[in-house]
């Protein structure tokens, strides 16, 4: 499953793959000092290794280190690409974490969406995909329920790792429950009302036990070193007709939603190769995203 490994630009990528090479993939956070200097803010950018290279289009919480998030909430279109082959990934994810100042090691992230990846689900179908991480993806977590973790409920509108129907939206919400403190994960079909699906503990968790301090929230890719890149979204250049996050909010203590504000204060792209991907201005909670693919590099 391709997704954002969160480490620092002097750490090497390859130092992250530890005991779980199935979450380890090509993305990296950096930080960058703030115009006053006085906070770091997150961007994520590709590392590519020499057998894989990521791709993405996303949005990123314009935040620091300091920065206390609960959670999101996003509907999102969902897409089928039924040619895509076994080395090829293709993703649109919510992406929820916290890191601290020099602490490469310890990166928590919790991530739920859709993906296509023949080489971990065996076809080529659109999957719900979740994971998470306590420790920067080296020995903790997994996807879907590959492992301890994730607790599903009884009665849950789906189950992670279910096929989902292409041309259809889901929305998705995680957020830090106040009653419990755990990370809950609620799901709805089409645009409908939102249960629950289940919850991460917080005891899985170091530094998002208490809160969230970066989320993202896009579409991304992956292939083989010389290999075409696959398409993103639904394959279009963002527009009218392309794939799309809507009605995007931040979430607070108390579990309601919040707009984002304009940047610097909410949100801010980054895209990785706009010759092949694109993403286009947010604006009224939502934005448009993806592209044709064909990247070698």
Known sequence: MLLPIFCFEQVATTSWCGKNPELCRSMRFKGEMSSNGSSLSIKVEPQESSTSIAHKAIYISSSSYDSVLYGTMTTLTVHEFPTTKKGQDIEATVAVSNFQEGRTDNVNAIHA???????????????????????????????????????????????PGDIL?????????????????????????????????????????????????????????????????????????????????????????????????????????DVTHKKCYQISVFTNGMFHYGGPGGCTD
């Open 113 to 159: 969406g859709w993906a296509i990846e023949p080489s971990f689900y065996g076809d080529n179908k659109t999957h719900f995909s979740i994971r998470w991480t306590a420790d920067g993806y080296k020995s903790t977590g997994c996807i879907d329920l590959k492992c301890d973790g994730f607790v599903p409920v009884n009665y849950a509108p789906i189950t």
């Open 165 to 269: 129907e292409g041309k259809s939206k889901i929305s998705v919400k995680i957020f830090k429950k106040k009653d419990d403190g755990d990370w809950w994960l609620y799901f709805g079909h089409d645009g409908g009302s939102i249960t629950p699906v289940g919850f991460w503990p917080k005891t899985l968790f170091n530094n998002l036990a208490d809160h969230a301090n970066t989320i993202t929230w896009g579409g991304y890719t992956g292939s083989n070193a010389g290999d075409s890149s696959p398409p993103m979204g639904n394959g279009q250049w963002p527009g009218e007709n392309s794939a799309s996050f809507q009605d995007i909010q931040f979430v607070d203590s108390n579990g309601s939603g919040y707009a984002p504000t304009p940047w610097p204060g909410g949100v801010h792209s």
